[in-house]
């Protein structure tokens, strides 16, 4: 069983900076991918960015350039860095983790991001 609990959410103005991260109850270098993603009202939940047990990573192209996901090995936490946000950020994002076949999920973190 895995735990992911997400913080760091908040209200922000547009063009500003949130950093949020996922904290795992396992080794970060265990799981096979850890991905952030989010869900606004109306609409599914979409991938927003990974990163593998390699260290590879992937973004959808709606925040490429002004997200980054990385690992926190001292804090075994991934974290989500997002730089100029803009209203439509606005969500609850949501940390993944896929693990022997399983995935897991956090109860998510509210962003709003105000024009």
Do not use: H
């Amino acid at each position: 069983q895995v735990q992911l609990v997400e913080s760091g959410g908040g209200l922000v103005q547009a063009g500003g900076s949130l950093r949020i991260s996922c904290a795992a109850s396992v080794n970060i270098f265990s799981i096979n991918v850890v991905g952030w993603y989010r869900q606004a009202p109306g609409n599914q939940r979409e991938l927003v960015a990974s990163i593998n047990s390699n260290g590879m990573t992937n973004y959808a192209d709606s925040v490429k350039g002004r997200f980054t996901i990385s690992r926190d090995n001292a804090k075994n936490t991934v974290n989500l860095q997002m730089n100029s946000l803009k209203p439509e950020d606005t969500a609850v994002y949501y940390c993944r983790a896929f693990l022997t076949g399983t995935n897991y999920w956090g109860k998510g973190t509210l962003v709003t991001v105000s024009s």
